[in-house]
């Protein structure tokens, strides 16, 4: 059974930084697209940020509001993804989840799309106080 395990959330000041990672275990595959999520109390889960490799290398994608605060990097060939968030703000605040699929994305719209990605974490709570 496939399982994709988060850690590294917490609570930080404005301005702060997390660095979060995702373990995956229990497959045989390789994961050729793996993302962040994040889910805010009454919101819509949103994108924030994914890495999609193909034997030309790795293309990256980013929200526009976490352009230049967050990275992200990872090992396909190890399953692990992180995320280095900077600046956090209070609407950084959220339950960020993990997603990985065995699919190579090339475009945005895909990358971004929550309903490609068929393996998920149970998330980790980052919650940013003003």
């Known amino acids: 059974q496939v399982q994709l395990v988060e850690s590294g959330g917490g609570l930080v000041q404005a301005g702060g930084s997390l660095r979060l990672s995702c373990a995956a275990s229990?497959?045989?595959?390789?994961?050729?697209?793996m993302a962040w999520f994040r889910q805010a109390p009454g919101k819509e889960r949103e994108f924030v940020a994914a890495m999609s490799w193909s034997w030309r290398g790795g293309r990256l994608y980013y929200r526009d509001s976490v352009k230049g605060r967050f990275t992200i990097s990872g090992d396909n060939a190890k399953n692990t993804v992180y995320l280095q968030m900077n600046s956090l703000i209070p609407d950084d605040t959220a339950l960020y989840h993990c997603?990985?699929?065995?699919?190579?994305?090339?475009?945005?719209?895909?990358?971004?799309?929550?309903?490609?990605?068929?393996?998920w974490g149970q998330g980790t709570q980052v919650t940013v106080s003003s």
């Open positions: 997603a990985a699929d065995r699919d190579y994305y090339s475009d945005s719209s895909d990358a971004t799309a929550s309903a490609l990605y068929d393996y």
């Open positions: 229990g497959h045989t595959f390789t994961f050729y697209a």
